[in-house]
């Protein structure tokens, strides 16, 4: 199966022509697809008509879907009902409309605006995220995605050599904290534990490594909090630097599929009175890419 590609940023994100992922995907169409996310790490797929399902049935082919992180809340109303399906909405969980200013579910989302991978908090880190367009705002509201590979490929040879064998510890309840945002249960820091992972994955199948960073990013271990935060810093600019940046204008019907182990995201500001309804189907990395011990 050869896919039909079209680049929208030189060696990184392509879009995806001609392929309709409402229908079942042969096996070969499933390997074609994996070999372009090694190749390019963000996907675009326009036009697409899937429901909740559909979208799971997809992220299946890559995966195990992982559990949404507000979903160990205890009582929480989830707008989506599924533990697989992540609200990235603006929309109030019972009455469908934008939510409060001070929304909880807002706050959570707010720390969206932070570069960031998905689920580097957890222990099994989040491997291919799945973000589909059901309403988007008249304006803003974008996603920026960076590349981790050709920001690790621009790092002076020193950098290189230093962040080899080096870890940090992620928390979604640090990034959260970054923006002043704390309120957390019991329940949910004993199912969030911070995880441990290294500033370095390196992708089995092509060689590439890239910079493995974001802001649940807290510290780096065996080094003093303030350097660590530096280097990470450090880091996160090599992999966003301007050149390096896709930028996404949703339309209704838009999938994107990033693989975070290689990449870097945040979403855009946008008027909140009016709906954007974006839902995201992340896999878990089990069996994925090697890191750099
Ligand atoms: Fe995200």
């Not at 510290?219 to 940046?245: K, S, W």
Request: hydrophobic share 40%.
């Amino acid at each position: 199966m050869t896919l039909v590609l079209r680049e929208l940023h030189p060696g990184f994100a392509h879009a995806v022509l001609d392929l309709d992922l409402s229908a079942p995907l042969p096996d070969g169409t499933v390997a074609a697809l994996r070999e372009a996310m090694d190749a390019y790490g963000v996907l675009v797929f326009r036009d697409q008509h899937l429901d909740d399902e559909g979208q799971i049935a997809f992220a299946q082919h890559f995966g195990p879907p992982e559990r949404y992180v507000l979903s160990y809340r205890p009582g929480i109303k989830l707008r989506l009902g599924r533990a697989e399906m992540v609200d990235v909405s603006n929309l109030d969980a019972t009455t469908g409309q934008p939510q409060d200013r001070g929304a909880r579910h807002r706050m959570v989302n707010l720390g969206n605006r932070l570069w960031h991978t998905d689920s580097s908090f957890k222990q099994v880190r989040g491997a291919l995220s799945m973000l589909y367009a059901h309403a988007v705002p008249p304006s803003g509201g974008e996603t920026e995605f960076g590349d981790g590979r050709a920001g690790y490929d621009r790092l002076p040879e020193a950098v290189k050599q230093q962040i080899a064998g080096l870890k940090a510890q992620h928390s979604l309840m640090h990034s959260r904290a970054i923006l002043g945002f704390t309120d957390f249960t019991p329940e949910e820091h004993a199912a969030l534990p911070p995880a441990v992972h290294p500033l370095v994955s390196v992708n089995p199948r092509t060689g590439r490594k890239s910079v493995y960073v974001a802001s649940h990013a807290s510290h780096v271990l065996d080094m003093p909090v303030a350097e660590g935060r530096l280097l990470i810093g450090e880091l996160i600019e090599a992999a966003t630097h301007p050149d390096l940046v896709y930028w996404h204008a949703w339309r209704v019907g838009d999938l994107v599929v990033w693989d975070n182990r290689c990449t870097l995201h945040r979403g855009m500001p946008f008027d909140e009175s009016y709906p954007r309804d974006l839902r995201r189907v992340t896999t878990s990395d089990v069996g994925g890419l090697a890191l750099v011990e």
